[in-house]
């Protein structure tokens, strides 16, 4: 390989070092919460879409 080649190899490397280390700073500082922020549906609770219904009686089926 040439060295131009090897050189730039290396500094993408180094780059998604970087970005690896400030997400993980980031999520840190943020208490590692970016799962869903939606909350989980279950069978009798009332169903998100608006309908009044129970979410197995409407959009659970």
């Known amino acids: 390989m040439d060295e131009s080649y090897l050189r ?3 500094i993408l490397i180094f780059g ?3 970005v690896a ?3 993980y ?3 840190k500082q943020n208490g590692g919460e970016d799962k869903n922020t939606i ?3 279950h069978r009798n ?3 998100p879409c608006g309908s009044g219904k129970k979410y ?3 959009c659970g089926k």
Do not use: T
Request: glycine share 4%.
């Open 8 to 10: 730039l190899i290396g």
């Open 16 to 18: 998604l070092i970087l």
């Open 21 to 23: 280390v400030l997400l």
């Open 25 to 27: 700073f980031y999520r």
């Open 39 to 41: 909350p989980k549906v």
């Open 45 to 47: 609770d009332p169903c």
């Open 56 to 58: 197995k009686q409407c």
